[in-house]
């Protein structure tokens, strides 16, 4: 009978112990603890694990969320070319974040002026490179050289979208502006200071995660384990995921913004497809409303027609327009058609719709242009020091390295499954064709582009070194968590009901 006693004493002290501790202070409780070790989080007394009270991605400045899903990429529209380059296959989209506009001249413009205050006194080639080629304007037989002097400089050009910028240009501008808003969000949190910066001491997200960039620090975080303070961590999710380019097949989905023909029903159906990022087969508003009839988006409707006619203008721009001109689509994306051809990360390939659609494990997030690559080490194993610019350095993964892996066995998998693998064709530019691993494809059309290059399915290529006055970008930011916002917690969710052994949806 005692011992009766005494177990029936330690169970119910033990479910009191438990039940009783809530939050992540001192005790256990149902959220504040692990669910594997019962041991608490966010506790000194209890080892100082962490599990973060974290709201969900911010959305960056001028961005857009997309959510994802399923949709047929490729030519909506007649293939006129006859190239059978973008032959329709069906892919999933994750959910991404995209500008809302293209970048703008007074945007580009604050970029050169970063650059030129950080580099230009030591490394002022660091400037001229990634400044615009304003010569693009240039043509033989036009007059277009108020273009090379005003468009790019002067003031009543700022909200019209940049030109004369390459895809390595791009890049490094996406670069640039990751590491500009995670310093204005660390500074918005009163994590650190702003300061002045010079060479390679200038805030570089990556430099601050690996220790290698010290800021003027207002009041870092507190760390639990030790007692002392820690600067914001990869893990502490404060920091935006970087700013980069689309992929086509997130640019193309974006594009044509689907979710706009979602049937009002609760059924997972699509009413029609789309030529255009709007509805209809035409460029013009069918809406009989005040803006019935006017032109959609900034493109030349036929030889040496720009604009129409004067008193009667119909898309109102002969160069590109502003960027928050004409119709938005469906996720409130400007000018997705129309006003300037935009570059995306792919490489170009002829046979990448072929290859997509006859291979099966590639239809999730596809894209064409992976270059694996991992962070140098030093001799005893630890990060190499940042370079001259501040950055972090980064090698290709060498195939040696890659031939252990089972998903992949190269580091530049530029190639794979392009469709001259059993052949001796190699794509080499200037030689046996026009198309080389420098190749990038670029969407939507222009304010110089016949209609039939504003359908989101039609592209072409550039090299990516190159330049032209139809090109311009807008970026993109990868989505962490849930499909469709920060109050969404990934899958279907149901509520268990205890007393009927049963579950129910949310």
């Known amino acids: 009978m005692k011992k009766i006693f005494y177990y029936s004493f330690l169970a119910c002290t033990a479910s009191l112990f438990f039940t009783s501790c809530k939050g992540g202070g001192s005790g256990l409780g149902k959220s504040g603890s692990s669910s594997t070790t019962g041991w608490a989080y966010n506790s000194e007394k209890w080892g100082g694990f962490e599990k973060k009270d974290y709201e969900g991605q911010a959305t960056g400045p001028n961005l857009v969320l997309v959510e994802g899903g399923t949709f ?15 032959v329709p296959r069906r892919v999933t989209v994750s959910s991404f ?37 304003t010569l693009v304007w240039r043509e033989e037989l036009s007059f277009n050289e108020p273009f090379v002097e005003t468009y790019f400089r002067h003031p009543s050009y700022d909200d019209y979208p940049v030109v004369g910028v390459n895809w390595v240009q791009a890049n490094e501008y996406c670069k640039w502006r990751t590491d500009r808003v995670n ?13 002045e910066q010079v060479d390679e001491n200038n805030f570089n997200t990556e430099a601050y995660l690996a ?25 502490d999710g404060i920091l935006l995921p970087s700013y980069r380019l689309p992929t086509e097949a997130e640019w193309e989905y974006a594009a044509l913004a689907l979710i706009g023909k979602q049937s009002t029903s609760k059924d997972e159906l699509i009413t ?11 460029v013009r508003q069918k809406v009989r409303n005040k803006d019935q009839g006017k032109i959609l988006a900034n493109f030349k409707r036929g030889s040496g027609d720009y604009m129409g006619m004067a008193g009667k203008l119909n898309d109102h ?15 409130g994306l400007y000018n997705m058609s129309g006003n300037v051809n935009e570059w995306v990360m792919d490489l170009f390939r002829p046979m ?18 992976n270059k694996f690559t991992t962070k140098v080490l030093d001799e005893n194993g ?21 031939s252990e892996r089972e998903n992949y066995k190269k580091g530049l998998v530029y190639n794979y499954l392009d469709g001259d693998e059993s052949s001796e064709v190699e794509y080499n530019y200037g030689v046996s064709t026009l198309i080389s691993d420098k190749s990038r494809v670029i969407k939507g059309g222009s304010w110089a582009d016949r209609a039939y290059w504003l359908s989101p399915g039609t592209r072409r290529y550039k090299e990516e070194d190159k330049c032209d006055n139809t090109i311009g970008f807008r970026c993109a930011m990868t989505r962490t968590g849930g499909a469709t916002g920060n109050e969404d917690a990934g899958g279907n969710q149901f509520k268990f009901n205890k007393k009927t052994q049963k579950r129910r949806y949310k």
């Open 72 to 86: 047929t990429m490729g030519l909506t529209e007649q293939d006129v070319q006859m190239e059978w380059n973008n």
């Open 317 to 331: 721009s002969h160069i590109p327009g502003p960027i928050r001109a004409y119709m938005p689509n469906d996720f």
């Open 211 to 235: 220790g290698q960039y010290e800021p003027d620090v207002k009041k870092n975080l507190k760390d639990l384990s030790t007692g002392g303070e820690r600067p914001v961590s990869f893990d």
């Open 382 to 402: 630890a990060l190499a020091e940042k370079d001259s610019l501040g950055r972090i350095r980064t090698r290709v993964i060498d195939d040696e390295e890659a």
């Open 97 to 133: 974040y995209m500008d809302e506009t293209e970048v703008s001249n007074i945007d580009y413009k604050e970029y050169i002026y970063w650059l030129g205050k950080v580099f230009g006194n030591t490394y002022p080639e660091v400037v001229t490179k990634a400044k615009p080629d």
């Open 183 to 195: 310093e204005m969000v660390l500074i918005e949190k009163g994590i650190i200071n702003y300061s």
């Open 272 to 282: 029609d497809r789309r030529i255009y990022p709007w509805d209809g087969k035409t």
């Open 352 to 369: 990448t719709s072929l290859a997509l659609r006859d291979a099966e494990n590639h239809d999730l997030n596809p894209f064409r242009g």
